[in-house]
């Protein structure tokens, strides 16, 4: 087993169905970042054969595989996932100021007032917002608030987010939870 097939994958876009007589392919992306898919980029398919994009028409939502000239020949690859690494996001995925990558976010530790509310379970995005899913920390549990419960990852909510504390301040969040 080589050492990237044992790295956390993450499932950034599903090929669809040909199009046309060429062998382009339908792309259906599953990121917040479409930069990812030029010419040339590499992926994994269905977190294992390693598959190369000769073209990329984002516009159209069509991508051409590396060797593919046809519709049968692509055919095969019809509904295949695609992959990447954390590492590789990190890479080629530029964020701004306060942004983070839901992985990031995942397994910090979830504050308010010095207060520890719980561990951030997965991000949920719901419409156009982001929601830390929380796991209430046992000791709130013993005391008979709810299991787990969702913060809205916006202002006014966020206060301070340091990844590599993995520790995440907010604002609210004991009201949100008081409420579950």
Avoid: W
């Avoid at 090929?15 to 970042?33: A, E, N, P, S």
């Avoid at 055919?75 to 992985?103: I, M, Q, V």
């Amino acid at each position: 087993m080589s050492k990237q097939s044992r790295e956390p994958l993450l499932h950034i876009a599903t090929v669809g169905k040909t199009v046309g007589i060429k062998g382009d392919m339908k792309l259906h992306l599953m990121t917040d970042f479409p930069e990812q898919f030029v010419k040339g980029a590499s992926f994994l398919s269905n977190g294992k054969e390693k598959i190369t994009l000769s073209d990329v028409n984002l516009e159209r939502g069509l991508v051409k595989l590396n060797g593919i000239t046809n519709p049968e020949d692509a055919k095969k690859f019809t509904n295949a996932k695609l992959y990447t690494t954390y590492e590789e996001t990190r890479k080629n995925c530029h964020l701004d100021d306060g942004e983070y990558f839901f992985f990031d976010l995942e397994d910090c530790e979830v504050f308010e007032d010095g207060i520890k509310l719980g561990v951030v379970n997965e991000v949920e995005r719901i419409t156009i917002t982001n929601y830390l899913s929380i796991k209430t920390d046992e000791a709130l549990v013993a005391k008979g608030y709810a299991k787990k419960f969702l913060v809205p990852f916006i202002e006014p909510f966020k206060v301070c987010v340091d990844i590599d504390a993995k520790r995440i301040e907010l604002r609210g969040a004991m009201d949100i939870l008081e409420a579950s």
